[in-house]
């Protein structure tokens, strides 16, 4: 006779974090809106930064240790670069070797990190990762989760090192999926916050006018580009799309596709290339900041507020 099937907890609630490097900060601002308001989710996906944050907050940080953390968060508690080692590589061709070492995140994490607390957490964590050799888009959860998957979840392709998870190695879960919603959509979860690092998508914008500003559109559409396609075919099925434009006017917005009412929160402004590398405590108290009120802004009207900036 085997054992019992295991009660599945009800999911209604899903916080989905994108990647962006240092841009990170800006969701714990959110995160402490989100608190204020008492909204918890019972979901958290996360990719690249964004599994990060959501790892911290499987392992039971509160907001004050996550604002902490990334207040504390500089370059050399990242990565490092040798430029020694890169000349010495070029010279006698070893083959493709990472710009970054980051070693120094994988101890930040180990410190900062526990893995124990995760297993127990009563929230799902899910964080994403790429199998190098298969092209496959891979998906962990908190029962399995472990540093390796966090740093594999974060490792930037060229500038960081690939990480191996099982043997296997593994980049950045962004290039693929930048905004995981899938986990959250497949349990018909009710409610979904999604916080992106990217303002392009969200506002109107000017047309580039050097090739520094072109560059930096085409690096801000990469990061929502995995969104705009799966809220596009979300759209296309649910026959929402009855003007042009209407996924752009929504993009800040309460959106109901079906059963599930999803909401974006975004920055309001160009944050530019430095600063997916600018692991600064200015920065960290800056985004963080932003992320408080522009949450307070835009999701007025997830949370019956009055929808009009404060």
Not at 48 to 60: D, I, P, Y
Request: a positive charge; charged letters at 20%; one cysteine or more.
């Amino acid at each position: 006779m085997g054992l019992p099937d295991k009660p599945v907890k009800k999911i209604k609630r899903a916080l989905i974090l994108s990647g962006g490097g240092a841009r990170g900060a800006y969701q714990v601002g959110v995160w402490k809106y989100l608190l204020e308001m008492n909204w918890k989710p019972d979901l958290i996906c996360g990719t690249s930064v964004g599994a990060v944050n959501a790892t911290a907050l499987g392992c039971g940080l509160d907001l004050q240790e996550m604002i902490q953390l990334w207040r504390t968060i500089e370059h050399g508690r990242v990565y490092r670069i040798s430029i020694w080692k890169q000349i010495v590589n070029f010279f006698t061709r070893r083959g493709f070797t990472p710009v970054m070492d980051t070693e120094p995140l994988k101890q930040l994490l180990l410190e900062r990190l526990d893995i124990p607390v995760l297993r127990k957490s009563k929230m799902e964590i899910i964080i994403t990762a790429i199998n190098i050799l298969t092209s496959q888009l891979k998906f962990f959860n908190k029962d399995i989760i472990d540093i390796e998957h966090v740093m594999a979840s974060s490792a930037i392709p060229v500038l960081f090192p690939w990480q191996y998870v099982d043997g296997e190695p593994h980049w950045d879960g962004g290039i693929m999926a930048n905004t995981p919603l899938l986990p959250a959509l497949e349990r018909r979860v009710e409610e979904v916050i999604v916080i992106l690092l990217s303002p392009v998508g969200g506002l109107r914008m000017s047309l580039p006018i050097t090739k520094q500003q072109a560059l930096e559109r085409v690096f801000e559409l990469s990061l929502i580009g995995s969104y705009e396609a799966f809220m596009s075919h979300l759209a296309f099925e649910q026959k929402v799309r009855s003007g042009q434009g209407m996924l752009k006017n929504l993009m800040r917005r309460t959106l109901t596709l079906g059963d599930a009412r999803i909401a974006t929160v975004a920055p309001e402004r160009m944050l530019g290339f430095k600063s997916i590398l600018n692991f600064t405590s200015r920065q960290a108290d800056q985004l963080i900041q932003e992320g408080y009120f522009d949450a307070r802004n835009q999701l007025a009207n997830f949370f019956g507020l009055v929808d009009e900036p404060y």
